[in-house]
Protein backbone atom coordinates (compact mmCIF):
# COMPACT_ATOMS: atom_id res chain seq x y z
CA UNK A 1 0.00 0.00 0.00
CA UNK A 2 1.54 3.17 -0.66
CA UNK A 3 1.95 6.46 1.59
CA UNK A 4 -0.44 8.33 -0.29
CA UNK A 5 -3.69 5.58 -0.40
CA UNK A 6 -2.94 5.91 3.98
CA UNK A 7 -4.09 10.15 3.26
CA UNK A 8 -7.54 11.00 5.21
CA UNK A 9 -10.46 12.39 2.78
CA UNK A 10 -10.39 15.58 1.66
CA UNK A 11 -13.77 16.41 2.64
CA UNK A 12 -14.92 13.86 5.78
CA UNK A 13 -17.79 16.40 6.92
CA UNK A 14 -20.68 13.94 7.86
CA UNK A 15 -18.61 10.91 9.02
CA UNK A 16 -18.23 11.26 12.62
CA UNK A 17 -20.75 9.02 14.54
CA UNK A 18 -22.29 10.88 17.93
CA UNK A 19 -20.06 9.06 20.53
CA UNK A 20 -17.09 10.68 18.93
CA UNK A 21 -18.46 14.27 18.51
CA UNK A 22 -19.16 13.89 22.24
CA UNK A 23 -15.55 12.85 23.09
CA UNK A 24 -14.68 15.67 20.73
CA UNK A 25 -17.04 17.97 22.04
CA UNK A 26 -14.78 17.58 26.00
CA UNK A 27 -11.71 18.33 24.46
CA UNK A 28 -12.82 21.67 23.45
CA UNK A 29 -14.55 22.01 26.40
CA UNK A 30 -11.25 21.23 28.49
CA UNK A 31 -9.39 23.76 26.09
CA UNK A 32 -11.59 26.48 26.34
CA UNK A 33 -11.08 26.41 30.39
CA UNK A 34 -7.95 26.39 30.16
CA UNK A 35 -7.74 29.03 27.60
CA UNK A 36 -9.92 31.22 29.76
CA UNK A 37 -7.90 30.36 32.78
CA UNK A 38 -4.57 31.95 31.04
CA UNK A 39 -6.77 34.73 29.58
CA UNK A 40 -7.65 36.14 33.03
CA UNK A 41 -4.07 35.66 34.56
CA UNK A 42 -2.42 37.45 31.57
CA UNK A 43 -4.59 39.89 32.27
CA UNK A 44 -3.98 40.22 35.94
CA UNK A 45 -0.32 40.56 35.07
CA UNK A 46 -0.62 43.20 32.52
CA UNK A 47 -2.74 44.66 34.95
CA UNK A 48 -0.47 44.91 38.07
CA UNK A 49 2.25 45.97 35.15
CA UNK A 50 0.58 48.93 34.21
CA UNK A 51 0.16 49.54 38.17
CA UNK A 52 3.87 48.98 38.44
CA UNK A 53 4.70 51.10 36.03
CA UNK A 54 2.34 54.07 37.21
CA UNK A 55 4.09 53.61 40.67
CA UNK A 56 7.85 53.05 39.82
CA UNK A 57 8.04 53.84 35.87
CA UNK A 58 9.03 51.56 33.17
CA UNK A 59 12.38 50.88 34.43
CA UNK A 60 11.19 48.54 37.31
CA UNK A 61 9.37 46.69 34.48
CA UNK A 62 11.84 46.14 32.48
CA UNK A 63 14.01 44.97 35.50
CA UNK A 64 12.10 42.39 35.71
CA UNK A 65 12.87 38.46 36.51
CA UNK A 66 13.87 36.11 33.63
CA UNK A 67 11.36 34.07 35.09
CA UNK A 68 8.66 36.03 34.87
CA UNK A 69 9.74 36.00 30.79
CA UNK A 70 9.88 32.90 30.24
CA UNK A 71 6.35 32.08 31.97
CA UNK A 72 4.90 34.78 29.85
CA UNK A 73 5.70 32.89 27.20
CA UNK A 74 4.87 29.76 28.56
CA UNK A 75 1.05 31.19 28.91
CA UNK A 76 1.52 32.83 25.23
CA UNK A 77 2.26 28.96 23.63
CA UNK A 78 -0.36 27.45 25.67
CA UNK A 79 -3.28 29.95 24.68
CA UNK A 80 -1.84 28.99 21.02
CA UNK A 81 -1.84 25.39 21.33
CA UNK A 82 -5.87 25.98 23.16
CA UNK A 83 -7.05 27.91 20.47
CA UNK A 84 -5.85 25.18 17.96
CA UNK A 85 -8.33 22.94 19.77
CA UNK A 86 -11.31 25.29 20.80
CA UNK A 87 -11.02 25.05 16.50
CA UNK A 88 -12.36 21.52 16.72
CA UNK A 89 -15.61 22.70 17.31
CA UNK A 90 -16.40 22.98 13.71
CA UNK A 91 -15.42 19.73 13.26
CA UNK A 92 -18.03 18.75 16.12
CA UNK A 93 -20.68 20.72 14.47
CA UNK A 94 -19.66 19.37 10.86
CA UNK A 95 -19.34 15.83 12.11
CA UNK A 96 -16.03 15.48 9.77
CA UNK A 97 -13.08 17.72 8.72
CA UNK A 98 -12.81 19.80 5.73
CA UNK A 99 -9.44 20.48 4.69
CA UNK A 100 -8.31 24.10 3.85
CA UNK A 101 -7.34 27.24 4.94
CA UNK A 102 -8.98 26.36 8.61
CA UNK A 103 -7.45 23.56 8.55
CA UNK A 104 -4.13 24.36 8.08
CA UNK A 105 -4.57 26.78 10.55
CA UNK A 106 -5.44 24.58 13.09
CA UNK A 107 -2.52 22.44 12.47
CA UNK A 108 0.09 25.75 12.46
CA UNK A 109 -1.55 26.60 15.69
CA UNK A 110 -1.26 23.49 17.34
CA UNK A 111 2.47 22.75 15.89
CA UNK A 112 3.42 26.04 17.02
CA UNK A 113 1.73 25.77 20.43
CA UNK A 114 3.20 22.58 21.57
CA UNK A 115 6.78 23.54 20.15
CA UNK A 116 6.50 26.68 21.95
CA UNK A 117 5.28 24.93 25.06
CA UNK A 118 8.08 22.07 25.14
CA UNK A 119 10.99 24.69 24.61
CA UNK A 120 10.38 27.36 27.08
CA UNK A 121 9.65 24.83 29.95
CA UNK A 122 13.15 23.03 28.60
CA UNK A 123 14.19 26.60 29.59
CA UNK A 124 13.12 26.95 32.84
CA UNK A 125 13.95 23.38 33.48
CA UNK A 126 17.25 24.55 32.44
CA UNK A 127 17.30 27.55 34.37
CA UNK A 128 16.46 26.39 37.53
CA UNK A 129 19.09 23.45 37.02
CA UNK A 130 21.92 25.97 36.48
CA UNK A 131 21.06 27.99 39.72
CA UNK A 132 20.02 25.38 42.03
CA UNK A 133 23.02 22.91 41.09
CA UNK A 134 25.64 24.62 38.95
CA UNK A 135 25.09 27.84 41.28
CA UNK A 136 24.89 29.89 37.80
CA UNK A 137 23.81 33.42 38.60
CA UNK A 138 20.89 34.23 37.60
CA UNK A 139 20.14 35.29 33.28
CA UNK A 140 19.65 39.00 33.08
CA UNK A 141 16.04 39.93 31.70
CA UNK A 142 17.98 40.59 28.01
CA UNK A 143 19.18 36.94 28.14
CA UNK A 144 15.82 35.79 28.89
CA UNK A 145 14.30 37.86 26.29
CA UNK A 146 16.45 36.82 23.81
CA UNK A 147 15.81 33.07 24.57
CA UNK A 148 12.20 33.67 24.29
CA UNK A 149 12.97 35.05 20.94
CA UNK A 150 14.66 32.09 19.95
CA UNK A 151 12.48 29.97 20.96
CA UNK A 152 9.90 31.56 19.10
CA UNK A 153 11.86 32.15 16.05
CA UNK A 154 12.34 28.31 15.75
CA UNK A 155 8.90 27.60 15.90
CA UNK A 156 8.04 29.84 13.04
CA UNK A 157 10.88 27.94 10.97
CA UNK A 158 9.65 24.79 11.78
CA UNK A 159 6.13 26.19 10.45
CA UNK A 160 7.71 27.12 7.02
CA UNK A 161 10.41 24.42 6.86
CA UNK A 162 7.74 21.22 6.37
CA UNK A 163 5.80 23.19 3.34
CA UNK A 164 8.80 24.34 1.97
CA UNK A 165 10.17 21.32 1.93
CA UNK A 166 7.27 18.69 1.04
CA UNK A 167 5.82 20.41 -2.21
CA UNK A 168 4.74 17.73 -3.72
CA UNK A 169 1.00 17.76 -1.16
CA UNK A 170 -0.16 19.72 1.41
CA UNK A 171 1.94 19.06 4.42
CA UNK A 172 -1.04 19.59 6.85
CA UNK A 173 -4.33 18.67 6.68
CA UNK A 174 -6.70 16.13 8.23
CA UNK A 175 -5.14 13.36 11.22
CA UNK A 176 -9.30 12.14 11.50
CA UNK A 177 -9.91 13.71 14.41
CA UNK A 178 -8.13 17.26 13.88
CA UNK A 179 -5.53 19.03 11.68
CA UNK A 180 -2.30 18.41 12.03
CA UNK A 181 0.81 16.68 9.55
CA UNK A 182 -0.87 14.74 7.52
CA UNK A 183 -0.46 11.43 5.63
CA UNK A 184 2.46 10.55 3.68
CA UNK A 185 4.60 13.20 6.12
CA UNK A 186 2.94 12.28 9.32
CA UNK A 187 6.01 9.76 10.25
CA UNK A 188 8.97 11.92 8.76
CA UNK A 189 7.44 15.35 9.21
CA UNK A 190 5.98 14.69 12.40
CA UNK A 191 9.13 13.50 14.27
CA UNK A 192 11.09 15.96 12.88
CA UNK A 193 9.08 19.25 13.16
CA UNK A 194 7.08 18.12 16.28
CA UNK A 195 7.72 15.16 18.02
CA UNK A 196 11.67 14.54 17.97
CA UNK A 197 11.03 18.33 20.22
CA UNK A 198 8.55 17.35 22.64
CA UNK A 199 10.08 14.27 23.18
CA UNK A 200 13.68 15.73 23.75
CA UNK A 201 12.28 18.54 26.00
CA UNK A 202 10.16 16.18 28.25
CA UNK A 203 13.10 13.76 28.85
CA UNK A 204 16.05 16.23 29.60
CA UNK A 205 12.58 17.55 32.44
CA UNK A 206 12.66 14.94 33.87
CA UNK A 207 16.49 14.28 34.20
CA UNK A 208 17.52 17.96 35.08
CA UNK A 209 14.50 17.88 38.17
CA UNK A 210 15.40 14.53 39.18
CA UNK A 211 19.39 15.91 39.41
CA UNK A 212 17.22 19.47 41.28
CA UNK A 213 15.34 16.90 43.82
CA UNK A 214 18.70 14.85 44.49
CA UNK A 215 20.77 18.03 44.98
CA UNK A 216 18.15 19.46 47.49
CA UNK A 217 17.95 16.41 49.58
CA UNK A 218 21.68 15.77 49.40
CA UNK A 219 21.77 18.87 51.53
CA UNK A 220 19.41 17.71 53.90
CA UNK A 221 21.00 17.03 57.81
CA UNK A 222 19.80 15.40 60.86
CA UNK A 223 18.32 18.41 63.14
CA UNK A 224 20.25 19.87 66.15
CA UNK A 225 17.73 22.11 67.03
CA UNK A 226 14.36 24.04 66.16
CA UNK A 227 15.54 26.04 63.84
CA UNK A 228 17.79 23.24 61.83
CA UNK A 229 14.12 21.21 62.07
CA UNK A 230 11.96 23.96 60.46
CA UNK A 231 14.60 24.51 57.45
CA UNK A 232 14.80 20.73 56.77
CA UNK A 233 11.16 20.92 56.67
CA UNK A 234 11.58 23.69 53.80
CA UNK A 235 14.04 22.02 52.03
CA UNK A 236 12.13 18.93 51.71
CA UNK A 237 8.71 20.51 50.85
CA UNK A 238 11.15 22.22 48.19
CA UNK A 239 12.46 18.87 46.61
CA UNK A 240 8.83 17.11 46.45
CA UNK A 241 7.85 20.37 44.75
CA UNK A 242 10.54 20.27 42.39
CA UNK A 243 9.41 16.67 41.29
CA UNK A 244 6.03 17.62 40.30
CA UNK A 245 7.51 19.69 37.19
CA UNK A 246 8.33 16.53 35.06
CA UNK A 247 5.73 14.35 36.34
CA UNK A 248 2.81 16.82 35.21
CA UNK A 249 4.47 17.71 31.71
CA UNK A 250 4.95 13.75 31.64
CA UNK A 251 1.14 13.15 32.31
CA UNK A 252 0.36 15.71 29.10
CA UNK A 253 2.88 14.20 26.88
CA UNK A 254 2.57 11.09 27.51
CA UNK A 255 -0.83 9.87 26.38
CA UNK A 256 -0.62 11.60 22.83
CA UNK A 257 3.18 10.46 22.44
CA UNK A 258 1.57 6.62 22.65
CA UNK A 259 -1.09 7.19 20.42
CA UNK A 260 0.54 8.88 17.80
CA UNK A 261 3.59 6.17 17.84
CA UNK A 262 0.62 3.60 18.02
CA UNK A 263 -0.07 5.03 14.55
CA UNK A 264 3.05 5.50 13.60
CA UNK A 265 3.73 1.67 13.96
CA UNK A 266 0.11 0.72 12.97
CA UNK A 267 -1.30 2.95 10.49
CA UNK A 268 -4.03 0.44 9.25
CA UNK A 269 -4.78 -0.08 12.84
CA UNK A 270 -4.77 2.91 14.13
CA UNK A 271 -6.20 3.01 18.44
CA UNK A 272 -9.57 3.54 19.54
CA UNK A 273 -11.31 6.99 18.73
CA UNK A 274 -11.44 7.90 22.47
CA UNK A 275 -7.81 7.19 23.01
CA UNK A 276 -6.61 9.48 20.88
CA UNK A 277 -9.14 12.41 21.83
CA UNK A 278 -8.62 11.33 25.59
CA UNK A 279 -4.53 11.80 24.43
CA UNK A 280 -5.44 15.20 23.18
CA UNK A 281 -7.64 16.79 25.85
CA UNK A 282 -4.24 15.72 27.96
CA UNK A 283 -1.95 17.92 25.78
CA UNK A 284 -4.37 20.37 25.34
CA UNK A 285 -4.94 21.01 29.24
CA UNK A 286 -0.91 21.53 29.94
CA UNK A 287 -2.00 25.29 30.07
CA UNK A 288 -4.26 24.71 32.99
CA UNK A 289 -2.15 22.68 34.62
CA UNK A 290 1.25 24.84 34.31
CA UNK A 291 -1.15 27.55 35.89
CA UNK A 292 -1.70 25.24 38.42
CA UNK A 293 1.56 23.92 39.59
CA UNK A 294 3.17 27.22 39.00
CA UNK A 295 0.55 28.97 41.46
CA UNK A 296 0.91 26.25 44.03
CA UNK A 297 4.77 25.98 43.73
CA UNK A 298 6.08 29.83 42.48
CA UNK A 299 3.24 31.88 43.73
CA UNK A 300 5.53 34.98 43.09
CA UNK A 301 5.37 34.85 39.56
CA UNK A 302 1.27 34.59 39.49
CA UNK A 303 1.00 37.08 42.70
CA UNK A 304 3.61 39.74 41.37
CA UNK A 305 4.93 41.99 43.82
CA UNK A 306 4.32 41.06 47.56
CA UNK A 307 2.71 43.32 49.55
CA UNK A 308 5.76 44.62 51.69
CA UNK A 309 7.52 44.92 48.72
CA UNK A 310 7.77 47.11 45.86
CA UNK A 311 9.13 46.40 42.58
CA UNK A 312 9.15 43.14 40.20
CA UNK A 313 12.31 41.71 41.85
CA UNK A 314 10.06 39.72 44.27
CA UNK A 315 9.94 37.47 41.48
CA UNK A 316 12.78 35.84 42.84
CA UNK A 317 12.11 33.73 46.44
CA UNK A 318 13.84 33.61 49.34
CA UNK A 319 14.32 30.56 51.66
CA UNK A 320 16.70 30.64 54.38
CA UNK A 321 18.36 26.60 54.52
CA UNK A 322 20.62 26.08 57.32
CA UNK A 323 23.37 24.03 56.92
CA UNK A 324 25.50 21.97 59.59
CA UNK A 325 28.94 23.09 60.50
CA UNK A 326 31.12 20.94 58.33
CA UNK A 327 28.97 20.18 55.62
CA UNK A 328 30.65 20.56 51.92
CA UNK A 329 28.93 23.08 51.45
CA UNK A 330 29.82 25.67 54.03
CA UNK A 331 32.80 27.82 53.85
CA UNK A 332 35.60 28.80 55.95
CA UNK A 333 33.82 31.30 56.88
CA UNK A 334 30.48 30.11 58.94
CA UNK A 335 29.15 33.59 58.49
CA UNK A 336 29.66 34.12 55.73
CA UNK A 337 25.99 33.91 53.22
CA UNK A 338 26.35 32.18 50.07
CA UNK A 339 23.82 32.97 46.62
CA UNK A 340 22.76 30.12 44.89
CA UNK A 341 21.13 32.14 42.27
CA UNK A 342 21.58 35.58 43.07
CA UNK A 343 18.76 38.04 41.63
CA UNK A 344 19.32 40.44 38.67
CA UNK A 345 17.51 42.83 40.15
CA UNK A 346 18.76 46.37 40.94
CA UNK A 347 19.31 44.87 44.52
CA UNK A 348 17.21 43.41 47.53
CA UNK A 349 14.63 44.47 49.09
CA UNK A 350 15.50 46.91 51.88
CA UNK A 351 14.27 44.60 54.15
CA UNK A 352 16.51 41.73 52.87
CA UNK A 353 19.62 44.08 52.86
CA UNK A 354 19.17 44.80 56.79
CA UNK A 355 18.59 41.22 57.44
CA UNK A 356 21.93 40.60 55.50
CA UNK A 357 23.25 43.17 57.53
CA UNK A 358 22.15 41.85 60.81
CA UNK A 359 23.99 38.53 60.09
CA UNK A 360 27.38 39.65 59.13
CA UNK A 361 27.03 41.78 62.15
CA UNK A 362 26.87 38.41 64.64
CA UNK A 363 30.06 37.50 65.51
CA UNK A 364 30.23 33.65 64.24
CA UNK A 365 31.55 32.49 67.57
CA UNK A 366 27.69 33.50 69.57
CA UNK A 367 25.80 30.59 66.71
CA UNK A 368 24.90 27.36 67.40
CA UNK A 369 23.83 27.02 64.13
CA UNK A 370 26.14 26.57 61.44
CA UNK A 371 25.87 28.80 57.87
CA UNK A 372 23.02 30.51 57.03
CA UNK A 373 22.56 29.59 53.05
CA UNK A 374 20.17 31.92 51.47
CA UNK A 375 19.16 29.93 48.00
CA UNK A 376 17.07 32.24 46.26
CA UNK A 377 14.83 30.10 44.05
CA UNK A 378 14.13 31.34 40.06
CA UNK A 379 10.50 31.68 39.95
Excluded at 68 to 88: K, N, Q, R, Y
Excluded at 174 to 189: A, K
Amino acid sequence: MSPLSLSYPVDARGTFPDRVRLQLSFKVQAAFLAASTIIILLVLIARRARRLVQKHGICELLRSSPMHIFFLSLLCADLVEDMSSIMDARWVHDAGILEGTYCQIQAILRQSGGLGVALTILAIAVTTWGCLVKQWSSPSPKVAAAVVASIWLFVILMAVIGPAVHRSHPFYGSTTYWCFIRMPYTLPGGIACFYVWVWTSAILNFLLYIWIVVKLLQLRRRPNSDQQSQQEKKLHKLALQTAWYPLVYFITVAPVSITRTWQFAKPNHPPFPIATIMSGMAFDSSGFFNVILFSLTRPGIILGEAPERTSFETFMTLTHITIPPGSKTATSSESRDTTLCPSTMSGMSSAESSLNSVKDSTPSRGRKSALSLDLHLPV
